[in-house]
């Protein structure tokens, strides 16, 4: 046989015959689940403000799993994630999926965005279509030396509509894995908004940070409805 046909069949063999892992410690798992029992138990929903609106807080065996997915080649975990995830996201109106786009030159490095493989299955649960190449982002400053406001200045710079003709007049689904600051989902939605976007919801996987934090400007908008709750 082939070497490429033999690879293809170990491929499609694979998933029927390897036994399934736990995404974050490879505890051999019964049924087809993220994460094993154990795992499970250290994720923590997150109950803060919803903008943008997150699955977990950042932490545990989801931090681990999304580790592994982003700098431990595994782009197999993107699709699981985006399945846990959406399972839970909470009714939204809207047209298209866009995934925060990384760096070019991480994209050529890692070989995927792992934002747009956590997007996909979330777009076939809601029906909608996925718009991968939707924003474009060079390689800006590095974050971790700068504050909030030189954050979103320069993630703002570094971001452009690729396709501003596929946003125009549409309700975006903004998807990333993790939030840290915020300045990332914020810099995306302002430009998705500049070319013409009807509106722009976002979600990511984990929050970092308190849930309490940013409570107050939250009251001060009046919406406290977090999980269960509409994205529009
Ligand atoms: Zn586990």
Request: a positive charge; hydrophobic letters at 45%.
């Amino acid at each position: 046989m082939p070497a490429r046909l033999l690879d293809f069949a170990r491929a499609a063999l694979g998933d029927l015959v390897a036994p399934l892992r736990c995404a974050a410690c490879d505890e051999k798992l019964r049924t087809r689940s993220l994460l094993c029992r154990c795992c499970a138990d250290t994720v923590e929903r997150w109950r803060g403000p919803d903008d943008p609106w997150a699955y977990a807080q950042f932490g545990g065996a989801l931090a681990q799993a999304l580790r592994r997915l982003k700098y431990g080649a595994r782009p197999d975990l993107g699709e699981s994630i985006g399945q846990v995830v959406a399972a839970a996201l909470p009714p939204c109106d809207i047209d298209l999926v866009v995934p925060v786009p990384v760096p070019y030159c991480r994209l050529v490095e890692r070989g995927y965005n792992q934002a747009a493989l956590i997007a996909r299955p979330i777009a076939t649960r809601l029906g909608r279509r996925l718009e991968p190449l939707a924003l474009w982002r060079a390689e800006g400053v590095k974050q971790a030396s700068l504050g909030r406001e030189e954050r979103l200045a320069n993630v703002r710079g570094a971001l452009a509509v690729r396709r501003p003709q596929a946003v125009r007049g549409r309700r975006v689904l903004l998807i990333d894995d993790v939030s840290t600051t915020g300045a990332t989902v914020q810099a995306c939605r302002s430009v998705l908004l500049e070319a013409g976007a009807r509106g722009v919801c976002a979600m990511v996987v984990a929050r970092a940070g308190s849930p309490l934090e940013g409570s107050a400007s939250l009251d001060a908008h009046g919406t406290h409805e977090v999980h269960g709750g509409h994205l529009w």
